[in-house]
Structures are given as structure tokens and as C-alpha cells.
């Protein structure tokens, strides 16, 4: 077994040895990368947490549309399949970014995975784009808030969006400390 090894030069140990199960790999995402993507978000109310905009199936025009205003975008590899996806968006170089669009497929959950990625996005804004952190995620979402406020980051701000039965729900902006 081998260990998730960063491409990047990360200052957190941790993340250089989170998981020890079979190889792992962070790749750019290209186009042959969007079924793969796609099979992450198995029901209408998991696109929505992670992509609100999109519907329901996700599928290769909505992924191409992602690649334009969005950068980094990344897929992290068990061998062959994709296990997780995730990218930045409104990058202000020296300023801040944010990272979107998380989601670690069903049967790799609870393993670390969605740590190590998040991880790795922060370390692509502190290192390629000088710039502060930040995400945003849905109040509903009780294990992603959990695992960021583990990991160092705090509520600044909540917007009122609205979910699949158009019932009010919070949007919870955060940023690394």
C-alpha cells in the first residue's frame, strides 16, 4: 500500500499520509473525466448540495460549462476510478478563492477522502494563487460542515437560497483561519 502524496508542496504532514489504502492520485480533469464525475452525484438531492444550478442527471454539457469560469478543477483517482471532484472558482489571485463543487462518492466516505481533497484545494490557493480560503455549503449538510470547521474553518457569512421543494435553507460561508 502507498500513501496520497500531494504533487504540491504542502506544509501539513497530515495530508502528506491521510490515507493508507490503495494508490491514490490527484489529476487535472479533462473531458474523458465527466462520466466518471457524473456517477459521483447518484440522486437529484446530492446535485444540488454540490452544484445547485445543475439539474438532475449531471451530464457532460453541464460539466463543459463548469470549465470556463471555474479553475483547478479536480478529480482524485483510486487506481482507475474516480472517487472525488472538486474545483475553485470566483480566484482573485492575492486576494481569496473558493473551493466548489466537493463530492467524494458514496462508497469512500468516511475515510478521509473529502479531507485530503479539501486539503490539497487549500494548498492550490495558498500556493498557486497567494490567495485566502474560502467555501460555502448548505446548512443541511451536517457532515461537510463538521469536517470544515475540523479543519480550521469558520462561518462569516449566511445567505437565503432555497432547496429542491423550494423551502428556505442557509448557505454557510466560511473561511480558513
Do not use: W
Not at 10 to 25: D, G
Not at 52 to 58: K, T, Y
Amino acid at each position: 500500500m502507498k500513501y496520497l502524496l500531494c504533487p504540491l508542496p504542502c506544509s501539513y504532514e497530515k495530508h502528506r499520509k491521510l490515507i493508507k489504502l490503495s494508490y491514490r492520485s490527484y489529476i487535472p480533469v479533462t473531458k474523458e473525466h465527466f462520466d466518471g464525475i457524473s456517477s459521483l452525484v447518484p440522486t437529484p438531492e446530492e446535485l444540488h448540495r454540490i452544484y445547485p444550478s445543475a439539474a438532475f442527471p449531471l451530464d457532460t454539457p453541464q460539466l463543459q460549462k463548469l470549465l470556463e469560469p471555474r479553475r483547478d478543477l479536480t478529480v482524485l483517482m483510486d487506481g482507475q476510478q474516480i472517487i472525488a471532484f472538486a474545483n475553485l472558482y470566483d480566484v482573485k489571485p492575492d486576494i481569496s478563492a473558493f473551493i466548489g463543487n466537493v463530492v467524494v462518492a458514496k462508497s469512500h466516505r468516511g475515510l478521509g477522502i473529502g479531507k485530503a481533497l479539501i486539503l490539497h484545494m487549500k494548498e492550490i490557493c495558498t500556493n498557486k494563487y497567494n490567495a485566502a480560503v474560502h467555501l460555502s455549503v448548505f446548512n443541511f449538510n451536517t457532515n461537510a460542515l463538521l469536517l470544515y470547521s475540523n479543519i480550521g474553518f469558520i462561518p462569516y457569512a449566511v445567505e437565503q437560497r432555497f432547496n429542491l421543494t423550494k423551502e428556505p435553507v442557509a448557505l454557510m460561508h466560511m473561511k480558513s483561519t
